[in-house]
């Protein structure tokens, strides 16, 4: 695709984010004191938070991390500061990206997990008092559709792929507001391609097909259901001053209709159609959580029937105040008209997304989605669409108060059913019996509460092993090995009080957590991170910081000492061709000389010495520079084993040139060192800073002389670490469905933050609580809770396989013998799963189901959907949603037939414009 220069939208500013370079928001002093940057931030917050997002002004995005960073060091968000722990420079370049040539925000990124909304003015105060950048400037626009109206941040415009009627071949890429009309968009082309406005018209172009004709230009391109990457026409006249004539659709009933072909080569997939039921859905873009819960949903054949033949025009409720004007429904059913007519290979679910966003604002965009929640969105939105009751009584709570359950339950029942009647009811929701007990007074509540699906827990640890090893300052002493188990909610200074409180170091905020890797650091592991951030293979260690000539003798001057700053530098070791030994940590002046910084350096590797070196030659190097360093060379080789330092880069360099056992060198982050990163051993301070990066640099004489390294001997064990071994040969067994079900019905004592209402004691109190299955619907959803929630920023996903039955799921010892007909068993088969793969935040979702024609297998991964030969694979630990059917559902061994759907829907839709 060529590429042009992107269009700007009208009346809301710029399409994508203004940037700004770095050196244009250079930190100007005076810059105020952690504590009054607080008060000015809080003070400007309170007052946006006052006005809401406001039509006409701009706002701007700065990183989370950032953010979390600023605010520990002000205490922002508690009275504990840690001013010594500074932000650094706003660094938005992780944001943004450049497409078409414009700079935008990407849009895989969320607010909140990975940027920030400010107002401007707030945003230039930060960047005023740390530097940085590039600024992302976005305007707040009225976004207005015929559901609602709303004043949003604009964070990343819409991007349409345009091309024109007379050069079928070129597709441009132009970014646009989805404020914009279409008549803005049609003027920007047609000063793009040079053409006359009164010759051109606008069609949405969407999977290469004129599938709309734009003519109401005075609609904005939201309006207009114009989404992201959207393909747009710019039609021209003929030679004959005449639009083309729109090809005719093919004879097809209304029941299935589909978008009909442009015509043009280039855009129409000469792939077969598919049979009905086996039918994909395109991906519009991180949907595949959607396609696949659409896709067991599809297959739940009672539902399917339902829409297929037209029923559920009948029982459209638009006037239900929790409904959605019945939008939903019957995207949903045209949607499924798509899935079941088989006239394509794959459906595009772009009008359904579209009209699902615009009531569920949290599916917006193109972030990645949870699967079972938008399951329960849908289940829950199709409901109400189709809800027979049109005025709803009001019913009162029902309790026990010693009546029987029976009883309860079927009082209970009633008064959901008298509020809530719909084929989802009829087919998705039971009864739970929910029984609560003080711990104090002899108060029991019981209680009949509706479901919609059953959400099991997976029986796992709510702590992980995590092993540290310490390297302290005083070089006499070995590293040592601790191991903690940490809560999974823990944060990274959770980790350094523990190992504090094990070495016995008072302030725990003096070490530095590093993930090392190939004898180097990996990354720095900040304070405000969460430790799952931490992989299980991750080698951590921890670094203690000490003031700069707090143990040494090498320099005398107290007051100068004093004044100096002390900084912590990483320091990497190498034989001039590869990394060797191990990498750690220095503490020290920044205007240090190069001897005081030997003498410090050769104190803490003290103990790997043969022997003690010669005094350090003060013979001032007339060629020796404190240049700080290049950006990280391509030197540097790394295996499984060491990291290289290319000999080229170090040509005549040798530890002997400053009169020592090793040579001090600025490096990169690799540890690649070049002749101009050398350090003067010529008595001046060497003005260093904590980006710099040190490297000893030894010859082969000196190592072979003085040191002496066993990395398997070098790390004492803290005795924390002697059950290591015992837990990570634990065998925790097989989990089965029915052991989730047994802990979900297993009774349990609510948390501190979850205590129950006592009305006998008028207190709260962290009451017995236990939940059984009283009532059991013909289609039983399980939801098996994978992701684990800790906090915002601190969430897991739980990879356990689970064994599920794929036929005979009988829940009978879950049941109450009161609660169902002894007589009618109830044993349900497995017909649909929806998968997820890969971690929290992102992976992909596929979806299996049986297809009620031939009773096999297939997977659906998005367009794609393949036959599975062996249907026991389709158990994997990637299970998150379970469909499961009750075997007297007459509907799912009844052969789906296109015919007498068709039927069915032109007779439903012809009693309903009767009855219009």
């Known amino acids: 695709m060529e590429s042009e220069p992107a269009a700007m939208d009208v009346d809301s500013g710029a399409a994508g984010a203004t940037a700004t370079n770095v050196s244009e928001n250079a930190p100007s002093p005076p810059v105020p004191s952690p504590s009054e940057q607080k008060r000015i931030i809080r003070d400007s917050l309170d007052t946006a938070n006052e006005d809401g997002i406001v ?3 701009h706002y701007a995005l700065l990183p989370t991390k950032w953010w979390r960073a600023w605010k520990t ?4 968000d508690s009275d504990m500061m840690d001013e010594k722990d500074s932000p650094g420079p706003i660094d938005n370049s992780s944001l943004i990206e450049s497409i078409d040539g414009e700079v935008v925000v990407k849009k895989t990124l969320s607010e909140m997990w990975d940027y920030e909304i400010v107002p401007e003015h707030v945003y230039r105060h930060l960047v005023g008092w740390f530097g940085g950048g590039p600024d992302i400037i976005r305007p707040a626009i009225l976004l207005a559709n015929r559901y609602k109206q709303e004043v949003i941040v604009e964070i990343r415009p819409l991007r349409l792929l345009v091309r024109r009627s007379g050069d079928m071949e070129k597709e441009v890429g132009v970014w646009f507001s989805k404020a914009a009309t279409v008549e803005d968009f049609a003027v920007s082309m047609c000063t793009k391609f040079n053409l006359a406005r009164d010759n051109v018209r606008v069609w949405d172009f969407h999977a290469g097909t004129r599938h709309k004709l734009l003519d109401q230009t005075s609609k904005t391109l939201e309006e207009a259901m114009i989404i992201d990457t959207n393909k747009m026409l710019i039609e021209e006249k003929g030679d004959d001053g005449k639009f083309p004539e729109v090809p005719s659709r093919p004879a097809y009933s209304s029941a299935f209709p589909s978008s009909y072909s442009s015509g043009w080569s280039g855009y129409n997939s000469s792939r077969p159609p598919s049979d009905p039921g086996k039918i994909g859905l395109g991906n519009l873009g991180n949907t595949c959580f959607m396609n696949s819960a659409l896709q067991c949903l599809s297959s739940t054949a009672p539902l399917s029937d339902f829409f297929l033949s037209g029923k559920y025009l009948a029982e459209l409720n638009t006037d239900n105040p929790l409904g959605m004007q019945g939008e939903i429904a019957k995207k949903y059913g045209d949607l499924l008209k798509q899935l079941w007519g088989g006239e394509t290979y794959a459906a595009e679910p772009r009008e359904f997304k579209w009209t699902l966003q615009r009531f569920a604002p949290q599916f917006e965009g193109y ?14 939105g199709l409901h109400e669409d189709l809800n027979r009751i049109l005025r709803k009584p009001y019913v009162a709570a029902i309790e026990s108060e010693g009546r029987p359950d029976v009883e309860v339950a079927n009082l209970s029942w009633d008064g959901h059913k008298s509020r809530n009647d719909s084929i ?13 007990q003080c711990p104090v007074c002899p108060r029991v509540s019981i209680t009949f509460d509706p479901f919609m699906y059953l959400s099991l827990p997976l029986p796992v640890k709510s702590t992980r092993p995590l092993v540290v090893t310490l390297r302290r300052q005083n070089g006499e002493v070995a590293p040592v090995r601790y191991q903690f188990q940490m809560d999974k909610a823990a944060s990274v200074m959770d980790l350094k009080r523990q190992l504090a409180n094990l070495s016995g170091v008072q302030d725990p905020r003096s070490f530095v957590l590093v993930d090392v890797y190939n004898r180097r650091f990996y990354r720095e592991i900040k304070n405000e991170e969460y430790l799952d951030v931490v992989n299980d293979n991750d080698d951590l260690w921890a670094y203690e910081m000490l003031s700069y000539g707090s143990e040494s003798s090498e320099v005398d001057d107290d007051s ?28 020290f002046s920044s205007s240090i000389t190069y001897s005081d910084l030997y003498y410090y350096l050769l104190r803490l590797l003290r103990r790997y010495l043969k022997k003690d070196p010669s005094p350090l030659s003060t013979t001032p190097d007339p060629e020796g520079t404190d240049a700080a360093p290049e950006p990280a060379g391509a030197g540097m080789e790394t295996d499984d084993d060491s990291a290289h330092v290319a000999g080229s880069n170090v040509p005549d360099m040798d530890a002997s040139s400053q009169g020592g056992i090793f040579e001090i060198c600025i490096c990169d982050d690799y540890g690649t060192i070049s002749t101009r990163h050398r350090l003067a051993n010529n008595g001046k301070p060497l003005d260093l800073d904590p980006r710099h990066h040190l490297c000893l640099l030894w010859s082969a004489d000196s190592l072979a002389e003085f040191w002496e390294y066993d990395s398997s001997t070098d790390v004492q064990l803290h005795s924390s670490m002697q059950h290591r071994e015992e837990e990570s040969g634990q065998n925790h067994g097989g989990l089965s469905l029915k052991d989730c079900l047994r802990l979900f019905t297993t009774e349990e004592t609510l948390g501190a933050n979850d205590m129950w209402y006592c009305s006998g004691c008028k207190e709260h109190r962290q009451a017995h609580k236990k939940m059984d299955i009283w009532k059991l619907p013909p289609v039983v959803v399980i939801h098996l809770k994978r992701f684990s929630y800790k906090s915002r920023y601190n969430r897991e996903k739980i990879d356990l396989l689970v064994d599920f039955p794929l036929e005979g799921l009988d829940f009978s010892e ?7 007909d002894p007589a009618s068993l109830p044993v349900y088969d497995l017909f649909a799963i929806s998968n997820h793969y890969g971690s929290m935040g992102g992976g992909h979702y596929t979806a299996y189901a049986k297809h009620r024609n031939d009773g096999k297998w297939y997977n659906y991964d998005d367009r794609s959907v393949s036959p599975v030969s062996d249907p026991s694979s389709v158990k994997t630990s990637a299970a998150y949603v379970l469909f499961y059917r009750r075997r007297d559902v007459a509907a799912f061994s009844t052969p789906f037939a296109k015919a007498n759907s068709q039927s069915d829907a032109a007779e439903a839709q012809e009693t309903m414009d009767v009855d219009l």
Do not use: W
């Open 367 to 380: 972030q990645q989605h949870d699967s079972q929640e938008l399951l329960a969105f849908l289940l829950d």
């Open 424 to 436: 989802i009811v009829d087919l998705f929701q039971g009864q739970l019996k929910s029984r609560v």
């Open 73 to 76: 060091f002000c205490g922002y």
């Open 560 to 587: 100068v000492k004093q004044q100096r700053e002390t900084i912590s530098v990483a320091v990497m070791q190498s034989n001039g061709t590869k990394l060797i030994n191990f990498p750690f940590v220095a503490s």
């Open 55 to 57: 039509q006409g002004r």
């Open 814 to 820: 879950f049941l109450p013998a009161d609660s169902h």
